[in-house]
């Protein structure tokens, strides 16, 4: 009598294309309002789409990265339907003949090894957005996302509880952002899905009833909107009803879900071969060109920092995991050649600010750019690497310059061995007792000159020359 | 074709059917899907579908951003519009 | 001297040994429109701007090939900053911020654009009987239709109002008015011209062309129209010939192929009459008739109606009051602001096609509608394809008779769709095809169609042209008391 979850994924992808799939509009983020719109996506009388070949390649580099078809010549189809930030009624989408077809991915889930079985994954245009709730009585439309390129990758409906697709969720943004198509900024909306998700008793042959929650934007939200689902359908199916084939919306507030109120069920696409598009033919080398210079993957990286960079396993897995990080070591790296010192930053103090605050690096407030001179400035000992966790912790709130907060808070190391010996000498004799004691046996006070002289100099002075001078003095 | 299509297809074509004349759009429709029904008449099996007359391929355009900013000149030829936005009546999901 | 009924090579020499100034030229073209305001051909007027350039043309020289030369402009092409309509209320505010392709390109070679004509609204119909902005007349018979959808282009042309006109043809929409006119006109290959700034209607059919007095003047519109265009994916992208250059060249030898499946009998007596002796017109000028097969062409029509109502459902739901064009007044929720703006915004014809089109692409109909005549428009391919194996060109009457009288068609939208049951095929088949007037029924012209293989327009021009000067029909003109 046990339930059994059945889900699968369809998550939109935004291609980080500089202009839009179908016209030169620029995709960047965060422009003002209808600032980034062509003629083409406001779907004016008379325009007409031309595709823009690069969103191809981006797609091909997904379809090689997990095995696979390419199809080389492929085509778009019209999904037909009236909403005010779809510019011409229709969405230019690929229906008959994908880009991408069938392939696959390995995910890890709590150890555990699993690979999801991709359907497809076809190109298909973004809609723009519409704001509800800044004018009175009325919707905002701006259309600066209409026609972002879109890669919508859907999975078999072979994951069976959430924390299976969280994983395969963060396991496809992990591939998209090492594979240079996707910023996989969740904040901006770069990434989102919609999961079908039905429940059936093992001993059924046949899927139940499926309902589709959209537009899920975090690994938080996705897990429990599909939490609430799975109750909510056990509910439904217990109490002798049906569960509705419908669209769903995740009320993040309230964590439920809610059915779309929409004639939804009455939308019927009318998908037909879109007239003004020719096929797209990727040439043999093209694809071969595509497939040579694909960008490292995870996996390569971790081998190759640890054979390069001598970095430990453990290590090497976790800053390879992350785009951004593996990006942020590798440029840190460059400056500083002390390969070591970058990883151990990376994965120890960021990381486990990145888990205190349960966020991406990319989310985070920390370039590279700043990154690198932090290590740089404790690799040069302008300033040690005690101050350097205060500093981290400064620019993790603020975002603001390494040199500006150490010029800002006066924080650059004393190195100078005479004016340290001055201050040692003066610890020294202000505390003849616990020389006394020490000098007799008693090894552990060593670190009590140490403390003393690091307030009095107030963190600044360098522990190494410390060590050396005290150890002068009083051995 | 009876009144339910009908009202279907309006709908999904955001059309009204006015009650005075829904018998003789019914009819026409009726009639008009009679006579492309002679389509019956062919074999088409195995046959590829036409499109578009152009045997050929599309053509695709670099990655490159052409477009300027125009928002005043399309936000102007909006039926409603303030300074930054399209309007349209409030859209609850 | 008067401008009326001149053609371009006309108006060129005129301008040229400056006999009238361009701004003389324009000037008389409006005076033109106004004494025949009762054609209602044209919606808007370019007055402002094209007396302007007409001035510019007079103070410093251009060469190009239309320099000067006054051209009506179909009120489908975006024409920046001036209304564009397309016949529709939908549109009756709509000011582009781009122009056409074609549109540049007329201009480019330094025609002047003097207004925007009257069409079946969206270019849906064959009669102009649908145009929110009232019907066009016949320059033949005021009572007549001049055909659709291009029926106020071939009206202005057909009054001599000006040498030339853009129109558009997506069943026939050029050369059918053009036969009832008694103009010349010619649909390219599809593909021929851009569609970049052409209001679409049915992406797969839709073709820009030339209407004008003789085919010459057609050649020499046509040599400025085409354009190899990265806007528009669906242009091609073949070298255009000089399309005046062999237009006088012999037809002896020519081969000609007659339909077997299209029964003359279907026509009315005196237009089969006309049809037997343009051929034997053609045949003393050398040309040999050859009887061909296309056994799939009595499904054109069906196949059209299904194909094009399809596309244009689609086409036209951009239409819906947020962006551009008008709104309902007071719209109570998004539904509403839908519902009411299409349904005030359209005619009845066009609604009439956007739910067809939506019928037959959606689920459970698909196959059998959109999907078949698909399948058949191959077949009808196909047999072209086969006929041109044997014959250079193709000819039959353009329409089954002359120019019929307004509302005559009564209310069954079927028996004005069997009109353009010769021009179809061209459009399903996207090849070239023109009409030149061969003929008078009943004191109203009559025409010839000539359909060619993928890029022949200058073979067509060419087999009209031998026809144009041995003969005087597309010579004729309206009489002034007819109105």
């Given at each position: 009598m046990s339930w059994e979850t059945v889900i699968g994924l369809e998550i939109h992808v935004q291609l980080s294309t500089e202009s839009k799939l179908f016209s030169g509009g620029s995709t960047g983020f965060g422009a003002e309002p209808n600032t980034h719109v062509d003629l083409i996506d406001m779907g004016l009388p008379g325009v007409l789409p031309v595709a823009n070949k690069d969103a191809f390649y981006k797609a091909i580099r997904f379809g090689l990265a997990t095995n696979a078809e390419i199809n080389q010549t492929s085509s778009f189809d019209r999904k037909n339907y009236f909403y005010p930030d779809l510019p011409k009624g229709y969405q230019i989408t690929q229906m008959g003949m994908p880009i991408v077809g069938k392939g696959s991915l390995k995910i890890m889930v709590e150890d555990q090894e699993k690979i999801i079985n991709i359907t497809r994954a076809h190109l298909e245009e973004d809609a723009g957005k519409s704001i509800h709730d800044l004018f009175e009585g009325e919707t905002g439309v701006d259309l600066n996302r209409a026609g972002t390129p879109l890669l919508e990758i859907v999975s078999e409906p072979e994951i069976s509880n959430a924390k299976e697709a969280v994983a395969y969720f963060k396991a496809v943004k992990q591939l998209v952002t090492f594979l240079d198509i996707c910023d996989g900024i969740m904040a901006q909306g770069s990434m989102r899905c919609d999961v079908n998700i039905s429940m059936k008793k093992a001993e059924d042959k046949e899927l139940g009833t499926r309902a589709e929650i959209k537009n899920l934007n975090s690994f938080k939200f996705i897990e429990k909107a599909i939490n609430f689902e799975i109750e909510r359908q056990i509910r439904v199916i217990e109490s002798g009803e049906s569960v509705v084939q419908e669209t769903?919306?995740?009320?993040?507030?309230?964590?439920?879900?809610?059915?779309?109120?929409?004639?939804?069920?009455?939308?019927?696409?009318?998908?037909?071969?879109?007239?003004?598009?020719?096929?797209?033919?990727?040439?043999?080398?093209?694809?071969?060109?595509?497939?040579?210079?694909?960008?490292?993957?995870?996996?390569?990286?971790?081998?190759?920092?640890i054979s390069e960079a001598n970095l430990d396993e453990s290590e090497a897995k976790i800053i390879s995991s992350s785009k951004t990080m593996a990006n942020m070591f590798e440029d840190a790296c460059s400056k500083t050649n002390d390969s070591k010192l970058v990883a151990n930053w990376l994965v120890g103090d960021i990381s486990a600010l990145l888990n205190k605050d349960n966020i991406d690096i990319e989310d985070s407030?920390?370039?590279?750019?700043?990154?690198?001179?932090?290590?740089?400035?404790?690799?040069?000992?302008?300033?040690?690497?005690?101050?350097?966790?205060?500093?981290?912790?400064?620019?993790?709130?603020?975002?603001?310059d390494v040199d500006n907060i150490i010029k800002e808070k006066g924080l650059v190391q004393i190195q100078d061995e005479s004016i340290l010996e001055n201050i040692a000498n003066k610890i020294i004799n202000d505390n003849p007792g616990q020389v006394e004691a020490y000098r007799g046996g008693k090894d552990k006070l060593f670190g009590f000159f140490v403390g003393q002289v690091m307030k009095e100099t107030q963190g600044k002075a360098n522990p190494q020359s410390v060590n050396e001078i005290l150890r002068k003095l009083l051995d | 074709m009876d009144k339910k299509t009908v009202t279907t297809i309006a709908y999904l074509s955001r059309l009204a059917i006015d009650p005075k004349n829904e018998d003789k759009i019914t009819k026409d429709l009726e009639n008009i899907i009679k006579f492309v029904d002679q389509l019956d008449s062919v074999d088409t099996y195995g046959i590829n579908v036409l499109t578009n007359p152009l045997e050929k391929t599309a053509k695709t355009r670099d990655d490159k951003v052409t477009a300027k900013n125009r928002k005043d000149t399309f936000l102007e030829r909006a039926p409603e519009s303030n300074e930054d936005y399209f309007l349209v009546p409030r859209v609850v999901e | 001297m008067s401008i009326q009924f001149k053609t371009i090579k006309d108006l060129s020499t005129m301008l040229k040994n400056k006999d009238i100034s361009n701004k003389e030229l324009v000037q008389d073209t409006y005076s033109l429109i106004k004494s025949n305001v009762h054609l209602n051909a044209f919606v808007t007027l370019n007055e402002e701007m094209s007396l302007k350039k007409a001035e510019e043309l007079d103070k410093n020289k251009f060469s190009g090939n239309l320099a000067g030369?006054?051209?009506?402009?179909?009120?489908?092409?975006?024409?920046?900053?001036?209304?564009?309509?397309?016949?529709?209320?939908?549109?009756?505010?709509?000011?582009?911020?781009?122009?056409?392709?074609?549109i540049e390109n007329l201009e480019n070679a330094g025609c002047i654009s003097i207004g925007k004509t009257n069409m079946d609204e969206f270019a849906m119909g064959s009669s102009n009987e649908t145009s929110f902005y009232g019907n066009v007349a016949n320059p033949w018979g005021s009572n007549l239709v001049p055909g659709g959808s291009s029926g106020g282009s071939a009206a202005a042309v057909a009054a001599g109002i000006v040498s030339a006109a853009t129109g558009t043809d997506t069943g026939g929409s050029i050369r059918q008015p053009a036969s009832l006119c008694g103009i010349t006109g010619l649909k390219p290959t599809y593909g021929r011209i851009s569609r970049w700034g052409m209001i679409a209607f049915a992406s797969s059919l839709d073709q820009a062309g030339p209407m004008a007095r003789t085919a010459e003047d057609c050649a020499i519109m046509l040599n400025e129209m085409c354009s190899h265009d990265l806007k528009d994916t669906t242009s091609l992208d073949e070298e255009i010939p000089d399309f005046t250059s062999d237009l006088s060249t012999s037809i002896k030898g020519l081969k000609?192929?007659?339909?077997?499946?299209?029964?003359?009998?279907?026509?009315?007596?005196?237009?089969?009459?006309?049809?037997?002796?343009?051929?034997?017109?053609?045949?003393?000028?050398?040309?040999?008739?050859?009887?061909?097969?296309?056994?799939?062409?009595?499904?054109?029509?069906?196949?059209?109606?299904?194909?094009?109502?399809?596309?244009?459902?689609?086409?036209?739901?951009r239409f819906d009051g947020v962006k551009f064009g008008k709104r309902c007044e007071n719209p109570q929720n998004l539904e509403d602001l839908y519902i009411r703006t299409r349904s005030e915004g359209f005619g009845d014809e066009v609604k009439r096609r956007i739910l067809i089109g939506s019928y037959v692409l959606s689920a459970g109909f698909y196959d059998a509608y959109y999907k078949k005549a698909q399948q058949v428009r191959r077949l009808i391919k196909n047999d072209f394809d086969n006929a041109f194996k044997k014959v250079d060109t193709i000819m039959t009457p353009t329409t089954r008779g002359a120019a019929f009288s307004s509302g005559s068609k009564g209310d069954d939208p079927i028996q004005m769709y069997l009109e353009d049951l010769f021009t179809i095929p061209a459009n399903l088949a996207g090849l070239p095809a023109l009409s030149i007037p061969n003929g008078m029924v009943d004191g109203k012209p009559i025409g010839l169609q000539l359909i060619g293989n993928f890029l022949q327009e200058s073979k067509l021009l060419q087999i009209a042209h031998n026809f144009q000067i041995s003969t005087d029909w597309h010579l004729k003109t309206p009489s002034e008391d007819i109105n």
């Open positions: 769903r919306l995740y009320d993040s507030i309230k964590n439920e879900t809610r059915s779309m109120r929409s004639k939804e069920e009455a939308n019927d696409y009318r998908y037909f071969p879109c007239p003004d598009l020719l096929p797209v033919v990727i040439t043999d080398e093209e694809l071969n060109e595509i497939k040579e210079n694909l960008p490292e993957l995870p996996g390569q990286k971790e081998k190759r920092y407030k920390l370039t590279s750019n700043n990154f690198a001179t932090l290590i740089e400035r404790i690799s040069d000992k302008t300033i040690s690497g005690k101050i350097g966790k205060s500093v981290l912790e400064e620019i993790w709130e603020s975002g603001n | - | 030369i006054p051209i009506a402009q179909k009120d489908l092409f975006c024409t920046k900053d001036l209304r564009t309509t397309c016949g529709s209320k939908m549109l009756s505010n709509f000011i582009p911020p781009y122009s056409a392709t074609v000609i192929g007659i339909v077997k499946e299209f029964d003359l009998s279907m026509l009315d007596n005196s237009v089969a009459q006309v049809f037997e002796e343009s051929k034997k017109h053609y045949e003393s000028l050398g040309a040999e008739f050859v009887e061909i097969s296309l056994p799939n062409i009595s499904l054109s029509v069906p196949t059209y109606y299904v194909v094009a109502p399809a596309e244009c459902s689609s086409n036209l739901s």
